[in-house]
């Protein structure tokens, strides 16, 4: 009996000293921060960063998906939604049917790499080929269709390694390499995340892959991409993502209300500064902007 | 001789804690024993309730069932196309049972029929301990040992496909089907062991000519129940069958399963969507198909148990 009154009372008091460290002190702010799984990590950096530049605000950050978080800016349920897509013409008619005219913040870019196993002599890919790999109704299927002999690649087959059809790196792939219309072909070994193709990649001579240039490893050989013929090729980097010469970058955006709080923008501000830009690329994303950082 | 005192008959009779408890536990043993019905007609509702939107709107029984072309997200043309995914899945379970049916009958057989004592308990709990092993740790085995294996023995490019599921769908199916199938054996009365003695034939003889016909329904249910578990396996599948779309011509080619697609793609579908109620239709597929699958091998089985 006596150990249940004390058990309680300890209860009790641990609340009233939780209440008090919420309630108590300065008004807290809290920013609800919500979306994209590739940019999850680099949020939750942001937000604890955040803590050292103002205390008296708190970010908190979830991931679910780029779709989860505009839909959670759409019901206006979150302050900033995180996404490595655009959010669709549907979604903004939707956001502003719901009263919340959203406002897009390119906060970073993500270079999507094409991997290659280091044994592969191929160096650079130009768009094109990619789609002849890649594409539905596509003609390359052996190495040798692009003048390549693989060592170690039995038959010459070309191993397509892509991703599972909901994920956004896909989209943005598709888009870029096989056009708004276009579709992958049959066949691809879909794998469930960007490292899984790396590794797969690695180990596997005959492979092509494409995935985060974050996820690249020494053991793999990253490709060269150019637009066309005679164009010249760039190597995915965080400079070349960053100025826009890697045809296959995508932005990463955060999405806010068009006149968001004041301690919300102070907040995006504080990310597009040069202390929160270091940050993503610390992350291994390239940043907006060209900032130096130590 | 005994010093405790008997109850009366009326002590049983009266209100007291030990009749409320007995109640209590009648109750709870009664709710334990139709929970079983109670979720599955629950989870067939759920799993029906999210697919039929979908089975009434976008469904088109040719190229659901007859079409290779499984493009849900496709901008310009979404495709539900299954065969191309029920063929990796019945090919990794045929393939898987080609190699549990020897591997387990033989087992049966050995702990049915000539173990004892000892080597009989140690080897009956070692096929048990194989049937714990979780199926994401088959799966690792399958992309980290076999991957490399399977390219080095056959050179082909890729190790993840139809052979490699296939062995490991077939060792995990193994356990049960020892289980089920040793069961059957020792089902098998013993007069017809001796009886067969008796008239000379051997050791083998018996097992062959007799135990085998006599059991032949009980291992044709373990059968059964190893295949409803290969077209169940998720997660190891995933892992080693190379997820790609294809329909196989040889068993070095990657596959892609039913359930593995399930998994892979649910939890990014926005809910309500016709690529969400089409991975709910193929689950009311595989309901429908390991239901049947189970149902017949639980009759088979317990028609040779009353027989």
């Not at chain 1, 919300?264 to 202390?275: G, P, R």
Request: charged content about 15%; proline content about 4%; overall charge negative.
């Amino acid at each position: 009996m006596l150990f249940r009154t004390s058990a309680r009372l300890m209860v009790s008091a641990a609340l009233v000293a939780m209440l008090m460290a919420c309630g108590g002190g300065e008004q807290r702010q809290v920013i609800q921060n919500k979306g994209s799984d590739t940019l999850v990590n680099v949020a939750q950096a942001w937000a604890e960063a955040y803590q050292m530049v103002d205390p008296a605000v708190v970010v908190a950050v979830s991931g679910g998906g780029s779709g989860t978080g505009i839909a959670a800016l759409i019901n206006g349920t979150v302050d900033i939604a995180n996404a490595s897509r655009a959010m669709k013409e549907k979604e903004v008619e939707m956001a502003v049917a719901a009263g919340n005219q959203p406002m897009e913040h390119v906060v970073g870019f993500d270079a999507l790499a094409v991997y290659l196993h280091a044994d592969n002599p191929a160096t650079h890919m130009s768009i094109d080929q990619l789609a002849e790999i890649y594409g539905d109704g596509g003609t390359y299927t052996k190495w040798t269709d692009l003048g390549l002999e693989v060592p170690g690649c039995q038959g010459q087959e070309i191993v397509v390694v892509s991703r599972q059809n909901n994920s956004g790196t896909y989209a943005y792939f598709r888009q870029v390499v096989l056009g708004k219309e276009g579709d992958f072909r049959l066949g691809t070994r879909d794998m469930h995340g960007s490292k899984d193709v790396v590794d797969l990649v690695e180990n596997t001579p005959c492979a092509i892959g494409y995935s985060g240039l974050a996820y690249a490893t020494d053991h793999v050989k990253l490709a060269c991409v150019d637009t066309g013929v005679g164009e010249e090729c760039v190597t995915p980097s965080v400079s070349t993502a960053s100025d826009g010469s890697y045809p296959i970058a995508r932005p990463l955006l955060m999405y806010t209300d068009v006149e968001p709080a004041p301690h919300v923008s102070a907040y995006l501000d504080w990310i597009k500064s040069d202390q929160g830009q270091c940050i993503i690329k610390e992350k291994g994303y390239a940043p907006a902007t060209d900032v130096t950082c130590g | 001789m005994t010093k405790e005192k008997v109850p009366a008959r009326q002590d049983f009779d009266q209100l007291n804690r030990d009749w409320f408890i007995d109640k209590a536990v009648q109750v709870l043993v009664f709710l334990g024993g139709i929970s079983a019905i109670v979720f599955i007609i629950g989870i067939f509702v759920f799993i029906s309730r999210e697919g039929l939107g979908f089975i009434f709107e976008d469904f088109s029984f040719t190229e659901f069932f007859g079409s290779p072309n499984w493009r849900p997200t496709s901008e310009s043309n979404p495709t539900y196309g299954i065969l191309a995914l029920v063929a990796g899945t019945a090919s990794v379970t045929g393939l898987a049972m080609l190699v549990a049916i020897p591997f387990s009958l033989g087992a049966a057989i050995y702990i049915a029929e000539f173990a004892s004592g000892k080597k009989r308990e140690f080897l009956k709990v070692t096929v048990e301990l194989l049937a714990a092993i979780p199926s994401v740790v088959w799966g690792f085995i399958g992309l980290a040992i076999m991957n490399p294996i399977i390219i080095q023995t056959f050179n082909v490019p890729v190790g993840l496909n139809v052979l490699n599921a296939g062995v490991i769908l077939g060792l995990m199916a193994a356990p049960i089907m020892t289980s089920i199938a040793e069961d059957a054996l020792k089902a098998v009365p013993d007069r017809y062991r001796e009886a067969a003695e008796a008239m000379g034939a051997t050791r083998w003889q018996v097992i062959y000519k007799v135990v085998l016909p006599a059991a032949k329904n009980g291992l044709l249910g373990a059968v059964l129940l190893g295949v409803g578990r290969g077209f169940g396996e998720t997660m190891a599948v995933l892992m080693a069958t190379g997820h790609s779309i294809n329909i196989p011509t040889s068993v070095f080619d990657s596959v892609r399963a039913l359930t593995a697609t399930i998994a892979a793609e649910l939890g990014e579908t926005a809910v309500g969507s016709p690529h969400y109620e089409a991975l709910f239709t193929i689950g009311i597929f595989l309901f429908v198909i390991t239901f049947i699958i189970n149902l017949s091998a639980d009759l088979i089985v317990r028609g040779v148990r009353k027989g």
